[in-house]
Each structure stands twice: as structure tokens, then as C-alpha cells.
Nanobody, 126 residues
């Protein structure tokens, strides 16, 4: 089992930056990919970014390219999501997810992620 705990959410103004953290614990050696998703009120949860643990390969949603950056700290088993130039439409609960090795699925496929955090709220005011 892997446990994921997100932190760093908050209320910011449009144009500001915010950094989210996702700390993994448990059988972290089994993680092959981690991702961030978000869900706004009344909307479906959507893919933000993924990172393949072994290669560092990242895939970003078009809506956040150039504004969001994912990074990792292997020693701390932590993934960060640095968000800049935030917009009101970025407001959502942000979830961290992780999956073990297995069959390939496109990064945005939510079903492949066996482990999810509890989410952290990000609110961007205009």
C-alpha cells in the first residue's frame, strides 16, 4: 500500500503562484508513475500532469502547459506541483495519484492510479 498526503493549497489572487506537495509513504518503491488531477465544483476530475518515476518523463495537460511544473524529491518521496500565473479557472481540489508498474495506459486515464490522496483546495480569486 501507498499513502499520499497533499498539502500547500490555499486562496490566492489571479496571477499569483502556489506550490503543492504530495508526500508518499508505505511501499513507495512500487510506484512507477505519479500524477496530479483536479476537480472543480460541478465538473469531472481532470488530468493535470504525470511523471514517470524512473525516467522523470512528464506529460502536461494543455490547459496548464507553460504555467505548471512538476518536480520530485526522490529522497523524500515527494512530488511538487509548482503553479504560476494562476487563473480563476484553476480553482479546484487538487489530488495526487500514484500507480505501480503494470500495463501501459495514457497518463490521463484515472483508473490506472491505485492510490489517491485526500486532496487540497486551491482557490484563485479574480
Amino acid at each position: 500500500q501507498v499513502q499520499l498526503v497533499e498539502s500547500g493549497g490555499g486562496l490566492v489572487q489571479a496571477g499569483a503562484s502556489l506550490k503543492l506537495s504530495c508526500a508518499a509513504s508505505g511501499r513507495t518503491f512500487s510506484i512507477s508513475k505519479m500524477a496530479w488531477f483536479r476537480q472543480a465544483p460541478g465538473k469531472e476530475r481532470e488530468f493535470v500532469v504525470s511523471m514517470t518515476w524512473s525516467t522523470g518523463l512528464t506529460v502536461y495537460a494543455d490547459s496548464v502547459k507553460g504555467r505548471f511544473t512538476v518536480a520530485r524529491d526522490n529522497a523524500r518521496d515527494t512530488v511538487y506541483l509548482e503553479m504560476s500565473s494562476l487563473k480563476p479557472e484553476d480553482s479546484a481540489v487538487y489530488y495526487c495519484a500514484a500507480r505501480p508498474s503494470g500495463l501501459y495506459f495514457p497518463p490521463a486515464n484515472q483508473a490506472q492510479y491505485a492510490y489517491w490522496g485526500q486532496g487540497t483546495q486551491v482557490t484563485v480569486s479574480s
